[in-house]
């Protein structure tokens, strides 16, 4: 108990009300204490949880999700932090297709969202349309809610899109907070984000551009590593440079795995497709060009095939930091010999940071559930008090 | 406060005893007093949930959704009312089949139902078959609590069928109610139920057939307006003459757009495939005449190309009272040079109306919602007075 | 109230301890005690149910549901179940996939579960893979909790695998305990499992093999009945015979139908495949050879229809005691003229055992509600009591 009222304390001793009925897309364009305050309410959540302390703040509501492409893990993370919260999910079952016509998208977003309070959106397949495709949503509902067809502004989270996946990178980043014992304490750790081998193509940017777009806010060394033509979004490591700037640290590229793994505290080896790729594989499927992108896929898997190399094996992980930096992934990841002949990773060096992996994934609900607190709560200092004193039981069994 | 309290009062005025325990099939089938209790309850709880009260009337229970065609809106509807009162939605996924031997859906009913409240079913697809399964679902239910093998009688709420869409026309009518300040302001307005084009064929009849059997009672005058051989079910026509015999108003047919638009109040131009050939095409689904069917569309897609004049322009707005009549539409809309070259309506029709479009669409979840409460509901003036009294917060952020 | 009080009373006097945070997998794992506990834990919540006493235990909570086949009646008792106390479905959709490498169920089975207080698993499609599916599962989550990983041990109930079907079989004797009054009144009863001509074939074992392996310890005459070469698993078969052993009763078996029939008190008479075909056809399926499946089946068809004369007649009832024994089925039942030109059971009957079918059914909602009431609540008695005393209404609707 001792240990949740210092978090609220501490929670409280932030400037955070512009998060108050407003979005969560990209994690640059929240303030520091913005980010803190997401960190604070997930450690509450937790904590509270962890008492057997309910915090529900939701008697009745929907929490609409929306995917367009499969994703089990993220689905449950977000069903997880309704479920906390006491909201309802109700999912919209778009299939694939691309961003419809303005007024359709307008249209959509609030015919689904009359008692909607949160909406979580998953739209990174398509380079350019994900993170616009939110933003329209967005931009209907906040209308909706001005002209009285909405009675409450749904806010949304970003459940991935094509430039940023937020509630990954924010996940990632309090796990790195907890393992390495305070904030302060990640301040000159050196962290390589770098691309890894797999036999599949076409895995979203949005992991890479996400942690070097937030790691770089901490004063750690983030470097970037991956074989040529696997850049990311120009953008993105724009915001990474003016981060090291403003913080502290650094921010660095290579085209070698070894050069970044050398020292590391940390190792995040993920693959993912060149950007400029995924832009023409946007297009092809704009147009319906079905021969052009299975001559794409060939060709991206003939040139993944060129860097089986860049495997984060136990040679590489002696490179790092008395060989033991921990080792990141937002999973699942492709293990060598396990999941595929060879993969981002070799069996033996997976197996030993297993514990820690799953502890990763295991943030991001409360990560997601503290986005959405922020968003609807106005004082979460006073709710959480509220909670307390409340005191119901999550689980009332004796 | 005073708002919900007069609501509540005005409800008590009522007779609407036979409701409770009862299914929502037509609106025809129910009286006066029970169309306005439905109206009354819809509007006390928005005004309820508008004051951050709690309308929650179950802490557990199902709300089984039954949905043999796909709809998105209106299952957020559905499950936007139950979560408003408390049931969890359990959807039962059959597929498009026709409905089954008889006793494998008293079967199917009674096996969904152990835990169930309430049953929402939509199926429109097939003339004589949707209303008549909703029947036999109901008569299964009824049974089984009879004979002890269900607890509670589930009560069925008419999603869309064959015959009827009374979710739809009863929020379509509290919409006019609002709109124009009141039921007495109805009396003597001119709506126009017309035919539109569209470049799909085989839209339910159910709207126009549940808009003149609803909009007949309130004194309107009520002019069905669409081509020669677009006919609608002439046994809902029937129900349109008896209701103006009695309450007065109107109602008149005409195969002339123009016509209908003449001095109209409101409009309400909306597709549908001719109810003969929607016959023809169960018939043909029975036999599992998949040539028959693309061959009966190919007809019906060239006789809808033949009045793609059935359009509602400015020029038609127009003709309106003041060029000014109130345009509804259920959505989606097929909107000219928006969502398809030629449709229903034109886009700066559309964009000029789709405010009034969207809250439109708004009161349906409270409608269903008012539905499910009177059905379940024993006292609902007792029972308002209660979650009042306890006055719950739905959302209890600070 | 008294009732309820007196079935409390009755669970007091059990001892079922090892049943908190343990999964429920096979019956005959279980001592009396704890299948007894099941029964009154899940007549309390049916009692309490029937009062208007809500049974809530979870104020939010994740119940998942990971359905390796398809099955709407086993979904919708698993979602009754986790309503009723609270907890909300989450739904793990796998597809039909083969069970996937170790690590990989291990890393699903937490991923899953962060916020899962009940995992409900059916996988029952390849023998010697469901039953051993679901062990991985617990053993990955057991080990999550252990590390700290998840903060609660999430709990497995089996809706039915390769072996068992344990939620089924035990709605199926808590009805026969209903039916005749009593634990003591089935002693001597004659049971017979006999084998029914179906039109399909690969029907799961797992009924037959879950019904000689539970009621077997009930002093029961149970005789099973099939065609040869439709044996059940051997394995099963020795804990029949080790359950007469102990408990007095009868196990045997027959190739006639006649004879099991013969004076029976109860008769289950339902299709299955033979054991030996249905191993072949998982080591088919493993190969991805669909032209040996294809094989196969024709080879079952044409070998169960050699045995139609299998069929529950009027003249087979005719034979059982005083021509009046309990029929009984699973659901849903192959029946002659009604689903299909031959069967397992004639419409005439069928049609006169329809009411108790029905009740048979609606006792697995609460059978997996105690099955997971008991695997998570230490102190059942206290948190009845407890329920009791809060008086909280399921509906409170006045």
């Known amino acids: 108990m001792e240990k949740i009222k210092n978090l609220i304390a501490g929670l409280g001793e932030l400037n955070f009300e512009n998060m108050y009925n407003d979005d969560f897309f990209l994690t640059w364009d929240k303030t520091d204490d913005e980010l803190k305050a997401v960190f604070a309410v997930a450690d509450i ?4 949880r962890e008492e057997n302390i309910s915090t529900k703040i939701f008697d009745s509501g929907l929490g609409i999700s929306l995917f ?13 932090a309704c479920n906390l919260l006491g909201l309802e999910v109700q999912d919209l079952d778009e299939g694939k297709s691309q961003v419809a016509h303005g007024e359709t998208v307008r249209e959509t977003a609030n015919m689904i969202s009359f008692m909607a309070d949160v909406i979580g959106i ?11 495709y939110m933003q329209e949503v967005s931009k209907a509902v906040q209308a909706g809610h001005a002209e009285g067809v909405l009675e409450q502004r749904p806010t949304l989270v970003n459940l991935q899109c094509d430039i940023d996946h937020p509630t990954q990178c924010m996940a990632d980043l309090l796990h790195l907070v907890h393992y390495f014992g305070g904030v302060e304490n990640l301040k000159g750790k050196k962290l390589a984000m770098t691309w890894a081998y797999s036999p599949s193509y076409g895995k979203p940017l949005s992991v890479p551009q996400g942690v070097i777009g937030l ?12 074989p040529e033509g696997y850049d990311v979004l120009p953008e993105v490591e724009e915001v990474a440079k003016a981060n090291v700037e403003k913080n502290g640290g650094s921010f660095t590229k290579t085209n070698s795995m070894k050069e970044a793994f050398e020292g590391a505290d940390i190792v995040y080896p993920k693959s993912w497709a060149p950007f400029a790729a995924m832009e ?7 147009q319906g060009d079905s021969d052009g992108i299975k001559a794409l896929e060939k060709e991206l898997l003939e040139e993944n095939a060129k860097h089986k190399d860049w495997e984060c094996t136990e040679e590489m992980m002696a490179l790092t930091n008395e060989g033991k930096a921990l080792y990141l992934h937002c999973l699942p990841a492709d293990i060598t010999d396990v999941s595929c002949t060879a993969g981002e990773v070799a069996k033996t060096v997976f197996d030993r940071y297993r514990e820690p992996l799953y502890k990763q994934a295991g943030f991001k609900p409360y990560i997601i559930a503290a986005m959405m607190f922020l968003s609807k709560v106005k004082d979460p200092v006073a709710t959480f008090d509220a909670l307390l004193e409340a005191d119901k039981k999550r689980f009332a069994g004796k």
């Open 122 to 132: 998953r739209d990174d397949m398509f380079i350019g349309k994900g993170h616009t």
């Open 215 to 226: 790691m770089t806010r901490m004063g750690m060394e983030v470097i970037l590593a991956h």
């Open 45 to 48: 959540l937790r904590a509270m």
């Open 280 to 286: 023409k594989r946007t297009d092809l499927y704009a």
């Open 68 to 80: 367009r492409d499969n994703s089990t893990r993220t689905r449950f993370s977000f069903a997880s």
